[in-house]
């Protein structure tokens, strides 16, 4: 159990390390897909075109990477606004009412809110076209652009639960604070990229994309404060919705066929015509079946007072041990016949009497009434 | 009701394996019909019964034929 422990806290570090140290466009958006599991598959694939969108869309992929941070990070804030249970219900609602303009998940705005934000803060990078003679300020970074290849020794992160139950100190860097952060937010128009600013904090980031934050988020409060609105933010427990029991459950539930509802309805004609005939079926298979259950009951009570006599008799009329074992053999099978005839007797009155009765009405049942859609 | 019939068979084969068993032990051990059936008219009067019942079954059948007994009935040559 220990060495468990131990184990998936040395995975989890060495994920945060190869994250935060080396990643391009394929690391990340193949992390993510690995920590987006929990959705819906067909969410996911939005999700993960969203972000694939977006590093498209963008000149500079590792200014973008810098703004996303780790994917955990943006995994985390995908799951704070995905809730699987209103998200099955949006989409059932929606191919019933079969509207084309279908309201956005909440999980897609805060995608295209991470998106205006780097928009907001580092202008517009799609068109900017860098020309040969222009110095790139990221030729520097060959240890962060350098593609490398999933090497095989990198654990696998199976679930984004996983890091969630981390604790909350795991997911905070060693930040600056969120003034200093805003300080550089001004400038960072104007500056050239820093290499610091691959580890600078993401606090600011995550104000302008929560609205809470953002209130909260005032010059004038400290340091201490905001970051613990960061914290708040990133590092709520986020649970599952649905147990997996409950996911069951609706996935059987979506299997089954749906039921249309209907109303029987009587055919007037056809009811009375077997009301006619059914009677005298009835009369008649009972009278039939009530012949042999009487006679079952005559010989049961003649075995049974037969056999008890027999039985009884050689206690006192006869004196040879080998003459009582005799009648002693042929009372007791008399008395067997007799309780064989008794149950027999029983079968015929609750079974056959009982359920040609039944079998007679059930069947009227179904000729004489039809199952109607209701309207 | 399958099952209750297949636990009243059980009980009932049982019952007439050990009768039967009793039987043959009785018959190895040298019982005798005629010195039972003895102890049975001593004790219940089977002769006077069963003549009894002779005579009734007699006079049932000799009822119902008005014109007697088909034998009696038939021409004779």
């Keep these: ?375 | 009701m399958k099952k209750a019939w297949k636990v009243i068979l059980i009980i009932v084969l049982a019952a007439i394996l050990a009768g039967v068993i009793l039987i043959a032990a009785g018959y190895l051990t040298g019982a005798d019909t005629s010195r039972i059936y003895e102890g049975m008219d001593q004790r219940y009067q089977l002769a006077n019964k069963i003549e009894y019942y002779k005579n009734v079954s007699d006079e049932a059948f000799s009822s119902i034929f008005v014109f007697g007994s088909p034998s009696e009935a038939a021409p004779q040559n």
Aim: charged letters at 25%; one cysteine or more.
């Design chain 1, 1 to 375: 159990m220990t060495i468990t422990l131990w184990n998936n806290i040395i995975t989890l570090i060495v994920c945060r390390i190869t994250e935060v140290t080396v990643i391009n466009k394929q690391k990340f958006l193949a992390e993510l897909g690995k920590l987006l599991t929990f959705m819906y598959e067909e969410d996911r694939q939005i999700a993960l075109g969203l972000y694939e969108n977006m590093f498209d869309t963008c000149a500079n992929e590792q200014l973008l990477l810098q703004h996303l941070g780790t994917p955990t990070r943006q995994a985390v804030m995908v799951a704070r606004s995905y809730n699987s249970g209103e998200r099955k219900l949006q989409i059932s609602s929606d191919s019933r009412s079969g509207e084309d303009e279908a309201q956005d998940p909440q999980y897609i705005s805060v995608i295209q809110n991470v998106e205006r934000a780097f928009t907001a803060r580092y202008g517009n990078t799609q068109q900017e076209e860098v020309s040969e003679d222009q110095i790139s300020l990221f030729e520097t970074f060959d240890f962060i652009t350098a593609p490398e290849e999933p090497s095989a020794e990198e654990p696998e992160q199976t679930s984004l639960f996983d890091l969630l139950d981390e604790p909350a100190e795991s997911f905070i860097r060693d930040e600056p604070a969120a003034e200093e952060a805003a300080a550089e937010e001004t400038e960072a128009a104007e500056e050239p990229f820093e290499p610091e600013q691959a580890e600078e904090p993401l606090i600011e980031e995550a104000a302008e994309e929560l609205p809470e934050a953002q209130e909260e988020a005032a010059p004038e409060e400290q340091p201490e404060a905001k970051e613990a609105d960061f914290v708040e933010y990133t590092l709520e427990p986020v649970q599952p919705e649905e147990p997996e029991e409950e996911a069951e459950e609706e996935e059987d539930e979506e299997e089954e066929p749906e039921r249309i509802p209907t109303v029987r309805k009587v055919k007037p004609a056809m009811l009375l015509l077997y009301i006619l005939l059914a009677i005298p079926a009835i009369v008649v298979g009972t009278a039939v079946l009530l012949v042999p259950t009487v006679l079952f009951l005559l010989a049961a009570t003649a075995a049974v007072i037969l056999g008890i006599l027999i039985v009884s008799f050689p206690f006192g009329g006869l004196t040879v041990f080998a003459d009582i074992m005799l009648v002693l053999g042929v009372g007791i099978i008399v008395l067997a016949l007799g309780f064989l005839f008794l149950w027999t007797f029983v079968w015929l009155i609750g079974g056959a009497i009982v359920g040609h009765i039944q079998g007679v009405i059930r069947l009227g049942g179904k000729l004489c009434y039809k199952e109607v859609p209701v309207k």
